[in-house]
């Protein structure tokens, strides 16, 4: 549990050029969730609900991701640096009363709950003003150098660009990972003195280090090792290498769970799935946002599900699509199959291959096993929809309802114009064009009648 210690401020005003993007690099996703999701969930037990975040760059995007969030964002209007980004908060961060100021980049995705609380805990016991987490990773790659003293103490950091091995000796490889927390009755007064003269011309937080120590503040850095945990994400190419680490670790938390997934390498699971012991899935496949699949249920490869409820021994076949749908128990969906919003089968019902399903309840043991569209429908239990049936909700403005009542046969090739009520038992001719309403028990038929016209006695 949070205790009050310290408030957080997430950086998350910048570009993110080299992701070539007109929306920030804290929206990039990693198994479909942002990067700003993770920081903010690494965060939360620690810190509770006093986390500031700058936004600057496309900021319109990120308060439409995080409305929840959006009364403590804080804009930078020009991104100038982390430095300048940390000073645009600082009145907020002051105002909080607390005593610390966790700060960390919001391209950090990979930083655990554990992470940031075993930080927060180094800091409460040595009280130091300014503490910040280093990594040594294989490859320094662009991160600030960090700088330390003949007696080990930290005494700056220096940015790759700016880094000369003239001044500052070889490179010791112990880097920066952009996690700070900050004392901030004592920082609140080098705040003013970070100033803008390097390479970049920006203004950089790590230049706090510095500033600090000069003035003979208590600096501390926390050694994290190699841990990839904590490297930013800067490019396309570090996002897909972070994301397939947590792939693997989602994947394999799920494996020694109780869930059965063939190819597992290939498995793609958001970090808000759920799965019960017993399922069973075949990579590759990509389940997403707030899904759950329910004991004995089977996903087959190349399925893609949004958000959707998969019940008991339901079977979603290859290649089908779900989004905000719920498969009852012991249903079929696919191969091919397409659930889009609204779509709901309930108990043992069936959706075969290129049926599209939309806004439409099946009841229970209904079935639509070839070529159809549902939409804004509801179809009863234990009826049958014949190849190629389409319900016609559209008419060019308005979305209209179809409802078919139970154990009916629906022909195949049928157009249901809605608004259209079908009752229950009913029958219809296959080719149909169905307007009008038909009453329980009936068949209904409509479609001109067949003609046969002799060709021979017509070329006389
Ligand atoms: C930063 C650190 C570097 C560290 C690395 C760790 C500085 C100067 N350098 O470099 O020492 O090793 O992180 O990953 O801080 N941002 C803003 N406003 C701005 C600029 C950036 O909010 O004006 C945000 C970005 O959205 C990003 C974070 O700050 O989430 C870090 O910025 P970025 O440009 O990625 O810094 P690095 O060059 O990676
Ligand atoms: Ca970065």
């Given at each position: 549990m949070h205790d009050s210690f310290a408030c957080a401020l997430v950086l998350?005003?910048?570009?993110?050029?080299?992701?070539?993007?007109?929306?920030?690099?804290?929206?990039?996703?990693?198994l479909g969730e942002s990067m700003l999701y993770y920081v903010y969930n690494a965060l939360r037990p620690s810190i509770g609900d006093d986390i500031f975040t700058i936004v600057g760059f496309g900021s319109e995007y990120v308060e439409e991701a995080y409305p929840e969030m959006k009364d403590k964002f804080v804009l930078q209007k020009e991104q100038l640096g982390t430095g300048h980004a940390l000073q645009q908060g600082w009145d907020q961060i002051k105002a909080s009363g607390l005593e610390y100021c966790l700060v960390i980049n919001g391209?950090?995705?990979?930083?655990s709950s554990k992470a940031v609380s075993d930080f927060l805990e180094a800091v409460k016991e040595d009280g130091a003003d300014l503490s910040f987490v280093t990594i040594t990773p294989k490859d320094p790659c662009q991160f600030g150098r960090v700088i330390r003293n003949k007696a080990g103490q930290v005494s700056a950091i220096v940015e790759a660009k700016d880094y000369d091995e003239s001044i500052y000796g070889p490179v010791t490889g112990e880097v920066n990972a952009g996690i700070y927390c900050l004392k901030i009755s004592t920082v609140d007064a080098l705040?003013?003195?970070?100033?803008?003269?390097n390479k970049s011309g920006e203004y950089y937080i790590t230049d706090l280090v510095d500033l600090a120590a000069q003035c003979d503040m208590a600096v501390t850095a926390v050694d994290c090792g190699d841990s990839v945990d904590l490297m930013g994400i800067n490019s396309p190419y570090e996002l897909a290498k972070a994301e397939s680490t947590l792939r693997m670790r989602i994947s394999e938390k799920w494996l020694r769970s109780g869930v059965i997934i063939h190819n597992w390498e290939s498995a793609v699971i958001g970090p808000l799935v759920q799965i019960e012991p017993g399922a069973e899935l075949t990579g590759p496949c990509e389940l997403y946002g707030k899904t759950t699949i329910a004991s004995g249920a089977v996903v087959q490869s190349h399925v893609r599900i949004l958000d959707s409820i998969v019940s008991e021994n339901a079977e979603i076949k290859a290649y089908s699509h779900l989004e905000d749908a719920k498969v009852g128990p012991e249903c079929s969906v696919g191969p091919y199959g397409r659930l889009r919003p609204g779509a709901i089968l309930e108990e043992g019902s069936k959706i075969g291959n290129f049926v599209e399903v939309k806004k439409a309840v099946l009841g229970?043991?209904?079935?639509?096993?070839?070529?159809s569209y549902l939409g804004d429908s509801e179809i009863g239990a234990g009826t049958n929809i014949g190849a190629g049936t389409i319900t016609c909700n559209y008419d060019g403005k308005n979305k209209f309802k179809t409802i078919i009542g139970a154990n009916s046969f629906i022909g195949s090739n049928t157009a249901l114009v809605a608004p259209v009520t079908v009752g229950e038992g009913v029958l219809i001719a296959a080719g149909s064009t169905i307007t009008k309403d038909v009453s329980d028990g009936d068949l209904g038929v409509a479609r001109s009648r067949q003609v046969n016209i002799s060709r021979t006695s017509q070329k006389s």
């Open positions: 998350a005003g910048g570009k993110g050029t080299r992701m070539h993007s007109e929306k920030p690099k804290v929206l990039k996703t990693l391209d950090t995705p990979l930083v705040l003013g003195k970070i100033t803008n003269e229970k043991g209904a079935k639509a096993s070839h070529l």
